[in-house]
């Protein structure tokens, strides 16, 4: 069940949400509407605060490397109670949406690779490295349970050319 998202503007995109004590038959179910939200959105991730609850749960589905024009994405992946550690040095330049914040972009400048730290959906732990796209996406994402939106990390005067934007998503929503 697609549920409704929440929008910039909305105090649960700025807390820090809450570690999952327990994985329940809730959060299970919970999981799956996270996950039915971001495919009726074609995000290519979303976080629990984005659907209104403030857990350190998001599911990423970032896009494939391509091969000619053609747009894939990864399996989507489940992460509970992500620990983010050793970003490397290198830095990668991107544009960035965020489905909370409908109709803009931004540069991002992150680290091109990310260990995480995480529980699966039956509470098996995992560490992994992760490269590129699926590094900046499980860095967006984790920065939704951490208060943290992208337009917070763009250039200034990218941040001062959306500002009405912003203005009018925190208006409208
Ligand atoms: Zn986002």
């Known amino acids: 069940m697609k549920l409704p998202l929440t929008y910039y503007g909305n105090p649960i995109l700025r807390a820090k949400a809450k570690q ?10 919970f999981v799956n509407d996270m996950l039915d939200t971001m495919r009726e959105s074609s995000g290519l991730g979303i976080a629990a605060p984005q659907v209104g609850k403030s857990l350190a749960i998001f599911i990423t589905a ?3 490397e391509e091969e000619g024009n053609e747009f894939k994405q990864a399996p989507p992946q489940v992460f509970i ?4 550690t050793e970003p490397s040095n290198e830095l ?30 039956d509470g098996k732990e995992y560490t992994k490295t992760f490269h590129g796209w699926a590094a ?15 337009i917070d990390r763009i ?19």
Do not use: F
């Not at 250039?155 to 929503?173: F, V």
């Open 20 to 29: 999952v004590t327990a994985i329940t038959d809730e959060i299970r179910a």
């Open 92 to 121: 990668w330049i991107h544009s960035e949406a965020c489905l909370s914040i409908p109709k803009v972009s931004g540069d991002v400048a992150r680290p091109l690779e990310i260990t995480v730290t995480w529980l699966d959906l």
């Open 62 to 64: 970032p896009p494939i």
């Open 155 to 173: 250039p200034p005067e990218q941040r001062k050319a959306i500002e009405p934007q912003l203005r009018l998503i925190k208006k409208k929503y």
């Open 81 to 84: 109670n992500p620990k983010l």
């Open 136 to 150: 900046r996406v499980i860095m967006h994402e984790n920065d939704h349970i951490n208060g943290v939106l992208y």
